[in-house]
């Protein structure tokens, strides 16, 4: 019996294209999570409760957060004084910050609790492109920090923990 190199290599070939697809899934998962913290924020405008737009093109250069979020979240209501601690314990230091409220929020609430509650910061009404630009947000609240470079530094679903976010922002801001 004679063996055919042929034969062999048509043998193998299954294993090779198994191996192949395997080393390609592993360059992906790698890839993805090498790349996952440099996403970069997507080009979104804002309109402010006072009818001004605000676009993150506008904000590239800064150090800044982006928090969606709606009255009638608990969380969301329960974050929000440490949101204003935060913001003005920082924009001194240059961070900005843009509390977008989303589109199922009434904007009469919305108005009603930023002045009540004198929110320090940037206030928009989202018609909901921004929560889709930004990944398709709908658990509020939502929080991305970005730095100045446009990069998406972090996401919090939910309230951050605000000492890593406090550190964070010491190190953007300084970096900025």
Request: charged residues 20%; proline residues 5%.
């Amino acid at each position: 019996m004679s063996s055919n190199p042929s034969t062999a290599v048509k043998r193998t070939s299954p294993l090779r294209y198994i191996i192949a697809a395997a080393v390609a899934v592993a360059l992906a998962i790698a890839g993805y999570f090498a790349f996952a913290g440099q996403q970069r924020v997507p080009d979104a405008t804002f309109t402010l409760l006072s009818g001004q737009k605000v676009s993150t093109a506008d904000l590239k250069g800064k150090v800044y957060l982006i928090n969606f979020w709606a009255t009638n979240c608990d969380t969301c209501i329960k974050e929000m004084p440490q949101m204003v601690k935060t913001y003005n314990r920082f924009k001194g230091q240059g961070l900005e910050f843009v509390a977008v409220a989303m589109n199922y929020d009434a904007p009469m609430y919305v108005t009603n609790y930023a002045q009540t509650r004198q929110l320090p910061f940037k206030v928009a009404m989202d018609d909901g492109s921004a929560a889709k630009q930004f990944g398709n947000v709908q658990l509020t609240p939502t929080t991305f920090l970005v730095d100045k470079d446009g990069k998406i530094l972090k996401r919090y679903v939910g309230e951050p923990e605000f000492a890593e976010l406090d550190h964070l922002l010491e190190k953007a801001l300084k970096a900025a």
